[in-house]
Nanobody, 115 residues
């Protein structure tokens, strides 16, 4: 069992930056992969970025070059640094952890990009 708690969402102007965090209840090295997903109103949830236990990272094409996923192993925390934000990035951002066939989700944090 893994509990995930996101934080750091909020309102930001277009072109601005924001960092969201996800704290896991156990060592993230014990997890196969940790992901950030997002879901905008009326749209399906989509994968934004992921980092494997070995440190390999992947990104959706829509965020490559703007978003960076990172982790602090000592703090059991995964971050998503978001730069050059646009209104199209507005969504609830969810942390997801996968291990041994199980999938766990956080409660989500709202990110709103608006002037």
């Amino acid at each position: 069992q893994v509990q995930l708690v996101e934080s750091g969402g909020g309102l930001v102007q277009p072109g601005g930056s924001l960092r969201v965090s996800c704290v896991a209840s156990r060592s993230i090295l014990s997890l196969n992969i940790m992901n950030w997903y997002r879901q905008a109103p009326g749209k399906e949830r989509e994968l934004v970025a992921g980092v494997s236990g070995g440190g390999n990272r992947n990104y959706a094409d829509s965020v490559k070059g703007r978003f960076t996923i990172s982790r602090d192993i000592a703090k059991n925390t995964v971050y998503l640094q978001m730069n050059s934000l646009t209104p199209e990035d507005t969504a609830v951002y969810y942390c997801n952890a996968r291990t041994n066939g199980d999938s766990y989700w956080g409660q989500g944090t709202q990110v709103t990009v608006s002037s």
